[in-house]
């Protein structure tokens, strides 16, 4: 089991509370006020942090807060992460691209992104608030809910599951640039539970 609440003193994200250590696989991660937060190099960075949960399948638990800023809310919680080019996401998005609002299930291979299933159409979620996220992995199926009731859900294909269906790191993503995140999302729990 993996868990975060980040409720240590503010500075380097570190390591959970049960005792993995975060990998800071593309920007600078530290904790503020018990929410971890993302601190691009660059104006425009894809900003994640990972933990291994020693298992590809379980469920994954996240409770972020989107950007107050207007059409500035680009939030994810990356799954079966091989690399910064390589990993299966959900996310939660709404910026000026999508400003009713989106939520997608996709993967990142090779640095081009395919979303499986995306939902923009009576989109709860609105920017600033806090939104709770559950990702149920099991084999090829991943099933996604958000606590404002959105649903989505899809199973991997043969070659999908060959590359991701092993993998055990989960973990957080902020995707930062002028008509993406401001900086302003953060994450405030983590959890990861294997299967029983």
């Known amino acids: 089991m993996v868990r975060d609440r980040f409720e240590r003193p ?7 509370e049960t005792g993995q250590p975060w990998i800071e696989m ?3 991660w530290t904790l503020t006020a018990g929410r ?10 894809v900003c994640t942090a990972v933990v291994d949960a020693g298992v590809p399948d379980g469920r994954v638990e996240v409770a972020f807060t989107l950007s107050p800023t207007s059409r500035r809310a680009n939030a994810r919680v990356v799954l079966r ?10 996310k939660l998005e709404r910026t000026s691209v999508n400003p009713d609002g989106m939520m997608a299930i996709g993967k990142k291979q090779d640095a081009a992104v395919t979303y499986f299933r995306s939902r923009t159409r009576r ?3 609105d920017n600033g608030d806090a ?14 809910r958000a606590s404002t009731g ?8 043969s070659a999908d599951f060959e590359l991701f269906g092993s993998v055990t790191s989960h973990g957080l993503r902020i995707n ?3 008509d993406d995140d401001d900086g302003g999302s953060s994450f405030d729990e983590m959890r990861f539970v294997p299967p029983s």
């Open 123 to 125: 989109i709860r979620f």
């Open 150 to 157: 959105e649903e989505l859900s899809h199973v991997l294909d």
């Open 10 to 16: 503010d500075g380097p994200i570190g390591e959970t």
């Open 176 to 178: 930062m640039a002028p």
């Open 26 to 28: 593309s920007g600078t």
């Open 36 to 45: 971890a937060v993302a601190a691009p190099q660059y104006e425009q960075q």
């Open 81 to 90: 992460f091989v690399d910064n080019d390589t990993n299966l996401f959900v």
């Open 131 to 144: 939104v709770g996220l559950v990702v149920d992995l099991a084999g090829p199926e991943v099933r996604a």
